[in-house]
């Protein structure tokens, strides 16, 4: 990293991020407009061998690691990996859960370089009463307001999709189909947003604004009718208490 007249080494060093002649690999992935990077880096087994990864950040002044190491798939455990960096410093991604070589689960995260320290990582599990076999999926993120939205399944619905959700950076996570009617949404014509079911085929879109995000909604029922609903989703408008 070079601040015109300094270069500095980033990514992870030292421990196992470091063989014993001196090895080191760090991968950038993602910069944003305020210089923060984040990226990959490999770690080593006592022999030298690149055998694990995890991701880190660094705000010009610090180098943190982001996620667990992962072995590879072969054993139990966790792989994290990035989608999106922020202006604003949200790291933003997927954590797949593997067992026996097969990836089972797959949740969002999202890492805050603002919060406090051991409070960075958020792992969203939403759907199936938060159970870790719900699958998420990202649908919107807004740098604007500093929010992730998106889809959850749970396995024992046959994989049909059950729901969405909204991160809001500072308010934790909240599932859209039980705040609609609440002062979160300024909506029209929306009664639940659970289930694009077999009597609908339906699309939804994102947009950034001043106020909030809009997502549009429009079903077609089997008719062939078209109906299109909006939400406004507004942060500064999360009911009381926030969970």
Known sequence: ????????????????????????????QFTNSRGDVAGVAQAYDETGTASRVALWFNDGLTTRQVSPLFDDPTLDGARYSAVQLTDSGLLIGYRELFQARSALYTHVFVWDSHA?????????????????????????ISGQHDMVI??????????????FYV???????????????????????ISSLSYLDSEFTGSYSFVDTADGVVMTIENHDRAGGLRTNQLLINPAAVPEPAS
């Open 1 to 28: 990293r070079y601040d015109g007249s300094v270069t500095t080494d980033i990514g992870m060093a030292g421990g196992s991020f470091q063989t014993a002649t001196g090895l080191r690999s760090s991968t950038i």
């Open 150 to 163: 998106g889809t959850y399944r749970n396995l024992g619905m046959n994989n049909r999709q059950t729901g």
């Open 116 to 140: 406090s320290p051991g409070q960075e990582r958020t792992d969203i599990l939403i759907g199936a009463l938060g159970r870790s076999d719900a699958l998420n999926d990202i649908q919107f």
């Open 167 to 189: 991160w809001a950076r500072g308010l934790g996570t909240f599932d859209l189909d039980s705040l609609v009617g609440t002062e979160l949404f300024n909506q029209t014509g």
